[in-house]
């Protein structure tokens, strides 16, 4: 069981500092919803994420949507041999039921994710605060943990599943942010920090091409 965690990703509500932003209080009133209960979006709060904290690393949903998509579409996954963690920017954790599949629709999948982190209850998906460390060490609990990252060492993806293949219990951190780098904290509690790709490469490229070379690594080993 390969256990895939989409790090510090860029899902989270709309943070206090902002809540009574023009930009964000517009985008609940157009929707109906308190701003409390929306999730933080660039496309909508640009002029009000300025003000934020890595607002570079931050309000990109979107990106978490697409490379959920790209991982749980896999045979991999379908066949029961990815468990996907979501890891969010302010320290939630989501955790998805093995198998289950995410709403395609982004309007539907952006309601799912605004739910769950407002307490309610989203069936395969379960939510709970949780740190990085506390997700990895105390929940997974690997045997070793790759990050993967443009600042880490160059690595053929054939060589990192061929290593993922041979272990345990591995771990894979992928950063779930549009921009920017891992965590100082993060970084700490890598035991390999790889580079897959001469270029920077989105999350959801990444993911894919990750979980299709284990596929292969595993029917090599199985033969």
């Known amino acids: 069981m390969l256990n895939l965690v989409l790090a510090e990703s860029a899902l989270e509500p709309v ?55 790209s991982a749980t579409g896999t045979p991999l996954y379908l066949d029961g041999r990815v468990k996907a963690f979501v890891h969010t920017y302010s320290n939630m954790v989501l955790d998805i039921a093995p198998k289950t599949r995410i709403p395609k629709n982004y309007i539907r999948f952006r309601g799912l994710m605004e739910k769950a982190l407002s307490g309610g209850d989203v069936g395969l998906v379960g939510v709970r605060r949780s740190t ?30 061929g290593k993922l293949v041979a272990a345990e219990k591995p771990c894979v951190l992928v950063g779930g942010f549009p921009h920017g780098h891992f965590a100082p904290e993060t970084l700490s509690m890598v035991d390999d920090l790889v580079r897959i790709h001469e270029m920077p490469l989105e999350a959801h490229v990444v993911t894919s091409r990750l979980l299709y070379e284990v596929e292969k690594a595993l029917k090599a080993v199985n033969r």
Not at 59 to 69: M, N, S
Request: aromatic share 2%; charged share 35%; proline share 5%.
């Open 15 to 69: 943070p206090k500092e902002i809540l009574r932003s023009p930009a964000v209080a517009s985008d609940a009133r157009r929707r109906g919803v308190e701003a409390s209960q929306i999730l933080l979006d660039r496309s909508f709060h640009h002029s009000a994420m300025e003000r934020l904290k890595d607002s570079e690393k931050r309000g990109r949903p979107d990106l978490v949507h697409c490379t959920l998509l």
């Open 132 to 161: 990085l460390r506390e997700l990895v060490e105390k929940t997974v609990s690997p045997d070793v943990v790759f990050g993967l990252s443009v600042q880490g060492k160059r690595m053929q993806l054939e060589e990192l599943a």
